[in-house]
């Protein structure tokens, strides 16, 4: 027996053990496993934003992007495509690197608070009314402050994740409203981050203050986010907790 300890038989299990062990279970936190529905999404992104930036000197990939990843009211009114392939187009890199960071924190703990399939459903849907919320303020609401003309800005090109995202944010934080966010390391409950962010959105769209984000497909997203806080599948995730 050198070598070894003889430690006294567990105690037997409390009351209620069981339960504390099964709420563990469901406990936030980024799943453990490489292949997820937010890696896989982050690595689509990336590999499309590479691509771009690697090709785009080709014809075809420039009509392929500008016929299916570019989201505008003059491309919609050809094909639907748009519609999903702009939440895959980025700018630039840190359009990208920004929009990737807040899929990556939000999305993980979204998908282990609510599951694989009302993630994607939330994100999607979330992506697709953002962008339409997008091209309807295009149409319809453009402000002096922009640069360009009218037809020019009834035109104007949107791209990125950002509105799916929103949606994403809007559902944690309206579910989870005691939760904290961490802001540039400042750490900020999530009632107030979503406030901020969703009146800082509305601020800009309706006075135009800042043109260089789609503000209309973050407050379009984070509505349908809000929404979807109501599904019948987000309420059984959030009364197991």
Known sequence: MAGRRLLPPPPPPRAGAGKSRRAYSHSLGPPRRLLTAVNVLVAVNVAVFVGWMALSDRPAVRRFVDRHLLLSNSRV???WAPYLGHMFMHSDLFHLGSNMLALKSFG????????????????????????????????????????????VRWDTVAVGASGAIAGIVALFCATFPRSTVI?????????????????WSAYCALTGADTTWAHAAHLGGAVTGLAAAWLPAVIRAVARR
């Open 77 to 79: 009114a050809q094909s």
């Open 183 to 199: 802001l540039f390391v400042i750490p900020v409950p999530s009632v107030a981050f979503m406030g901020a962010f969703l009146a």
């Open 108 to 151: 993980d703990n979204a998908v282990a608070a609510f599951g694989t399939r009302t993630f994607l459903r939330v994100y999607f849907a979330a992506g697709l009314v953002g962008g339409a919320a997008q091209l309807a303020y295009h149409r319809y609401m453009p402000h002096s402050r922009w640069p360009a003309g009218p037809a």
